[in-house]
């Protein structure tokens, strides 16, 4: 009954893992337009620019710099996915990765809820946010949506693991 128990975690930890590639990897892409040209002049980031172009708007004013290069993200976009990647590396230091329990759907809500104060007080004029307000909003719902995440992973990795017997 343990060795099942042991490789549960053990699929479970494998499946964050991946996450965890795949979630550093995608927040490291959003700056590499800005970090390439630095290395070489032959790489100018221009592939992850544009690839990114399909997700973010990428409004200059709204994006951070690395010296003159812009990131392929706005500051938002970037807060989301560094917060995903950063609460995801850090999942195990506060629930146990083998949880496919997610936690109440309220949680994800509220996350949202800074970034859409942050856009209405600018719309309305009452705020004028900036690469901050933007970076760290978006940080909230990425760490938000991050708990989310692992579980549902891991459940997917979990299931699909399973060698089924047919009935007979």
Same mark, same amino acid.
């Given at each position: ?109 509220l996350s949202i809820i800074p970034m859409g104060i942050d856009w209405s007080l600018g719309m309305l004029g009452i705020w004028e ?8 909003? =978006?940080?909230?719902? =990425? ?26």
């Amino acid at each position: 009954m343990m060795a099942a128990r042991e490789q549960i975690i053990k699929k479970a930890y494998r499946a964050w893992f991946v996450v965890v590639l795949i979630t550093i990897a995608w927040a490291i892409a959003t700056v590499l337009p800005a970090i390439l040209p630095f290395i070489s002049e032959s790489f100018t980031g221009s592939s992850f620019f544009w690839f990114f172009g399909h997700i973010c708007h990428q409004m200059p004013e709204r994006s951070f710099h690395f010296g003159v290069h812009q990131f392929a993200v706005c500051s938002r976009c970037f807060g989301v996915y560094f917060g995903i990647a950063a609460a995801i590396l850090i999942y195990p230091l506060w629930r146990n990765v083998d949880e496919i329990e997610p936690l109440p759907r309220i949680w994800l809500f509220l996350s949202i809820i800074p970034m859409g104060i942050d856009w209405s007080l600018g719309m309305l004029g009452i705020w004028e946010n900036n690469h901050l307000s933007r970076f760290v909003t =978006g940080l909230i719902l =990425g760490i938000g949506c991050a708990t989310y995440i692992v579980p549902a992973v891991v459940e997917i990795t979990l299931n699909y693991s399973t060698v089924r017997r047919p009935v007979s």
